[in-house]
């Protein structure tokens, strides 16, 4: 479940969110049968609010975009990628402090 600030990529919007986004996009690739995932889920959903009107911050469930998450490398989840200007910046496989999502949103 994704907080009030919190993006819901999909397959769908990912070029027009994530892509063609005019400020940072942190994208955390996620499933609901996943425990860290799960636990990843309430950091995100701060951080999106902390970040709203300069990033965007959301989550991307792998189940309902498997060929997107394969033609990005998504092996274990949680990753978490942070795009700026349509390219990938920076990614973690696992759970990381919401410091260094902040600090590679910045």
Do not use: H
């Amino acid at each position: 479940m994704a907080g009030a600030d919190t993006f819901t990529f999909t397959a769908q919007n990912f070029q027009s969110e994530v892509l063609q986004s005019d400020v940072p996009v942190l994208v955390d690739f996620w499933a609901e049968w996943c425990g860290p995932c799960r636990m990843l889920g309430p950091t995100i959903d701060q951080l999106a609010t902390e970040m709203k009107g300069k990033a965007k911050v959301g989550k991307l469930d792998i189940d309902a975009a498997q060929e997107l998450a394969s033609s990005l490398g998504i092996q274990s989840i949680p990753t978490v990628m942070v795009f700026k200007g349509g390219k990938l910046v920076n990614k973690w496989v696992g759970i990381r402090p919401k410091s260094d999502y902040a600090t590679a949103l910045a």
